[in-house]
């Protein structure tokens, strides 16, 4: 995944290291990575420290440029990497959110046990198979057009809900209750509809995917009965953004800001982090463009929902309510938004880029649902399919040291090529055959692109977050059926 990074790096503490600023020309701020010893050797494989040390140059930025321990390189700003510009003087960047915009994940609880889904769990895999269009350009049921299409754009998961596909009650467990304000059809391309609007309710390709799972360890009995989490419980994790939506309104919105840095005289040390001022007309737009894929991101995994839900139902011959099936949470790790944040004292109003990173606010903080704010905000970190996934819980050190901000995944090691010339598809299939995981794909070559040695291991991802104390562990799943698109 690139040359090996030899750049100036400090040790803070024992998670933590910095890039300081004299390190580069422009660095506005310092670069901070969370990470271990043995983290950041792996960190330091490619060139992503170097993006951590460009975002630095921004326009706006304040305190620091950020780096999760999922860390790898991406377009302009490393996966895994966090940075807040001042809404008065700074600037806003597609390359801060990234292509799949408001790609996320939602937690699905079951009163059900393993003992009660292992027996069922090929039908169950084979029902929401064919329920949830999935894999690389997929279409789906819905057919959403013009003045409808612009109503999801507006209205997000509440358009699913009143459209019969979820419950009132799943809106006020979705960050932003599934709706961002600001969005603006007017500033979405023809081309960006076309793409958007046979795709809703689709899990798409790559690493998307839906997740049987079970309850494997509690970390934290107290918040987890909050959560309405209990050990050996089935549980369903979805991870999918705004498909060839997003990607559209990203593509539209670089090459706007290609022109913008010209324009604003926008000195960076590299292209890719193309941004405009975020009171600007082109700031603006993307901004509002972006909600709109966000928007879009909510409908598409509340639609999703809704089809795992009648597949359960077909299964176990129970109504999902009956079942248990209500959303723990659902939370975006591409995202750019607009939040007030205390810095040196006083409280400041900046435009936070999560990219590859899932907020992580505090018990108390009126943006968190009513029902976990005497604990703090639920966070969801997929794994790998091999190996485990995590709930976490939002700190007040999150909210002094990161904007509010934790890591989102594993994040890759190796390349979707470098993955597909270690293994095969099939041979990935045995594997997760040998610990008693079901797959179910119609793209087995592609399952060699997820490989669990292509990631990081999340144990060691999250050991760092909680050891630095970010967030907060709560839950640990382990997986029994996937299906990736």
Known sequence: MGDKWTGLLRKLDDFRYEIPREYKNGMRVPGIIYADKEMIEIVCQDQSPEQVANVATLPGIVKYSLAMPDIHWGYGFPIGGVAATRVEDGVISPGGVGYD?????????????????????????????VNVPSGLGSEGKLKVKGKEFDQVLLKGARWAVENGYGWAEDLERIEENGAMEGADPAVISAKARERGAPQLGTL??????????????IFDPEIAKIFGLFEDQVTIL??????????QVCTDYISVMMSAIKKYNISLPDRQLACAPIESSEGKNYFSAMVCAANYAWANRQCITHWIRESFEVV????AHKLGLVVLYDVAHNIAKMETHNLDGEDVRVCVHRKGATRAFPKDHPEIPEVYREVGQPVIIPGDMGRASYILVGTEKAMETTFGST??????????????RSTTGREVLTELAEKGIMVKTDNIKGLAEEASEAYKDVERVIEIVEGSGISKRVARMKPMGVIKG
Do not use: W, Y
């Not at 176990?316 to 109504?319: A, D, E």
């Open 316 to 319: 176990f011959r129970r109504g």
């Open 204 to 217: 798409g390709s790559g690493n998307h995917f839906i997740e049987i799972q079970r309850v494997q360890k």
């Open 238 to 247: 979805i991870h999918t953004g705004s498909r060839g939506f997003g990607h």
């Open 407 to 420: 890591c989102h995944g594993a994040g890759r090691v190796m390349s979707r090529a470098g993955a597909k």
């Open 101 to 129: 915009i408001n790609c996320g994940t939602r937690l699905l609880l079951t009163n059900l046990t393993v003992d009660e889904v292992k027996p069922k769990l090929s039908e169950l895999l084979n029902a929401i198979f």
